[in-house]
């Protein structure tokens, strides 16, 4: 399940980096729910604010501040 989250999302995002991040961003979610394992929902919540930047910084419609 992990593997086919991953792969999903780097065929989405394609950068490593940007993986790395979102990881580290879900393992955060997963240790403020007091969770000894990371979930498929951290991992998209942390993907989806991941997006909402990347629109925000492209200026797209409904992020400029």
Known sequence: ???DLTR???ERMGSARSMI???RVARTLADL???E?????DLALA???QAD???KDR???GYAE
């Open 33 to 35: 729910d007091e969770s």
């Open 8 to 10: 999903s999302y780097l």
């Open 59 to 61: 200026g797209e419609e």
């Open 21 to 23: 991040r979102a990881l």
């Open 1 to 3: 399940l992990f593997q």
């Open 37 to 41: 394992v990371m979930r498929a929902s």
């Open 47 to 49: 993907w989806t604010w």
């Open 53 to 55: 930047a990347a629109a």
